[in-house]
């Protein structure tokens, strides 16, 4: 019954290495802490009668911490694409755009589902079946009227292949609250230089289940 309320503890993916995250992906962090490091240099080479190299040292620092920030401004990493096409591609199933969503999706993408909740969002092996499905559950049954991205994450797997983890939570007329879900998509780089998803699969949703341990 917990499962039902309370998702269980999630795997998560493989976490992003610090330095690429603070640099190019949350560069707040070091520009602060570069920011700190200037004005305290300056303190520190005024008490000194040393003013004119403190200045300097803090003009260098305050420069650093504008390039870390700048540089991760003008660099879009590989996950951040990422996790912009999931967001993408839970907007157009979230206002059931199957145009949209099949854009997103390869050509042999499918939906996985397992343990409890195979019984109510049964496996799918081909896109027309999924966006059938997407068009009749979420704008005839159910339809959201906000969603948004709870938690994130993203990893590569190799240089075509990765995978997002989200947590999503979706109002609409037929929920009394917030409904809450986790969902792994696995996606490839394609010819063309987009990336798309090949493989959804379902790992918690609110009042349903969770998938089999171990999947």
Same mark, same amino acid.
């Given at each position: 019954? $917990?499962?039902?309320?309370?998702? *269980? *503890?999630?795997? *998560? ?12 992906? &949350? ?9 700190? @490091?200037?004005? +305290? ?15 300097? +040292? ?48 390869? /050509?042999?993408?499918?939906? $996985? ?5 195979? #019984? ?7 896109? *027309? ?5 997407? /068009?009749?559950?979420?704008? #005839?049954?159910?339809?959201?009227? #906000?969603?948004?991205?709870? /938690? #994130? &994450? ?5 240089? $075509?292949?990765?995978?997002? @983890?989200?947590?999503?939570? +979706? /109002? ?44």
């Amino acid at each position: 019954m $917990n499962d039902l309320l309370q998702p *269980p *503890p999630i795997e *998560p993916l493989p976490s992003v290495p610090l330095l690429e995250r603070f640099l190019l992906e &949350q560069p707040f962090l070091p520009a602060i802490i570069l920011g700190l @490091l200037a004005a +305290v240099a300056f303190i520190a080479f005024s008490n000194s009668g040393k003013r004119k190299v403190g200045f300097a +040292v803090a003009a260098g620092l305050v420069l650093a911490a504008g390039a870390v920030y700048l540089t991760a401004t003008l660099v879009t990493t590989t996950r951040e694409t990422l996790l912009e096409r999931t967001a993408e591609l839970i907007g157009s199933t979230a206002s059931a755009d199957t145009a949209a969503l099949a854009r997103i999706l390869t /050509d042999d993408a499918s939906l $996985n589902s397992s343990g409890d909740l195979a #019984r109510t969002i049964p496996s799918i092996d081909n896109v *027309p079946s999924i966006l059938s499905r997407v /068009d009749q559950a979420l704008s #005839r049954e159910f339809v959201i009227d #906000r969603w948004v991205i709870a /938690d #994130r &994450q993203a990893t590569l797997d190799g240089p $075509n292949t990765g995978r997002t @983890l989200v947590r999503v939570g +979706v /109002d609409g007329s037929n929920f009394s609250r917030t409904h809450y879900s986790w969902w792994r998509l696995h996606w490839e780089l394609g010819s063309d230089g987009e990336w798309r998803c090949f493989e959804i699969e379902p790992r918690w949703v609110q009042f349903v289940g969770s998938a089999a341990p171990g999947t």
